[in-house]
């Protein structure tokens, strides 16, 4: 079956600290990005990717950082200059061709306290 | 500015119609999804409109006129399970998503 797996469903961080949200797609997408969804607001794009080694800053990248070193691989770090990281973060690729229609991971819950 | 707008909650009656609304505004249009996510999990795709005119995929159907900016989401025959949020998503002219905060339905027996 091919999709996307975020891991783990539910992480807590204390202040301060570090955390890689892992993301891995088997639909052999080029594209996949990072979202994060905060109760009444729309996703926010973080970062997105369109190809291996490379990437670009969404809306709300600071605080956070990727890499895209496998096709299939893209995690995500918060980082602790990220000053509200508590949040769902939902990981999706799509094909690079209209309509670009992407498709989600089951996302993880982080609760930083 | 990009903004995309739809309801925050409706409620509905099972085996009733819905029409949830969005109006959006992009830099350049490359088409209006409609997806739907249950609470705590993943959204997953509806529809997807890039010329104007009506949609029909089962109970679901998507509406979108491009002149208005404006695209509604219409589900028939409301059965309990479709309680959930709709979110509503504009392609901007990089292909990037806009999201809108998503419109909770509630259906009541």
């Known amino acids: 079956d091919g999709g996307i797996t975020q891991s783990p469903k539910y992480l807590f961080r204390k202040e301060g600290q570090n955390v890689t949200l892992s993301c891995e797609q088997n639909?052999?997408?080029?594209?996949m990005y990072w979202y994060r969804q905060d109760p009444g607001q729309g996703l926010r794009l973080i970062y997105y990717s369109q190809i291996v080694n490379d990437f670009q800053k969404g809306d709300i990248a600071e605080g956070y950082s990727v890499s895209r070193e496998k096709k299939e691989s893209f995690p995500l770090t918060v980082t602790s200059a990220q000053k509200n990281p508590t949040a769902f973060y939902l990981c999706?690729?799509?094909?690079?061709?209209?309509?670009?229609?992407?498709?989600f991971g089951p996302g993880t819950r982080l609760t930083v306290t | 500015g990009q903004n995309i707008d739809q309801p925050t909650e409706m409620t509905a009656t099972e085996g009733a119609i819905v029409q949830i609304n969005c109006t959006y505004q992009?830099?350049?249009?490359?088409?209006l999804f409609w997806y739907q996510q249950h609470a705590g999990e993943a959204p997953t795709f509806l529809s997807y409109?890039?010329l104007d005119g009506l949609e029909e995929k089962g109970r679901f159907s998507s509406f979108l006129s491009r002149s208005k900016g404006y695209s509604y989401l219409l589900l028939k025959e409301l059965q309990m399970k479709d309680s959930a949020s709709y979110l509503c998503?504009?392609?901007?002219?990089?292909?990037?998503?806009?999201w809108g905060a998503g419109t909770k339905l509630i259906i009541k027996p």
């Open positions: 992009t830099s350049g249009f490359n088409g």
């Open positions: 998503a504009a392609s901007d002219s990089n292909y990037q998503l806009i």
């Open positions: 999706a690729s799509s094909i690079v061709q209209e309509p670009y229609e992407q498709y």
């Open positions: 409109n890039v």
């Open positions: 639909l052999n997408h080029d594209a």
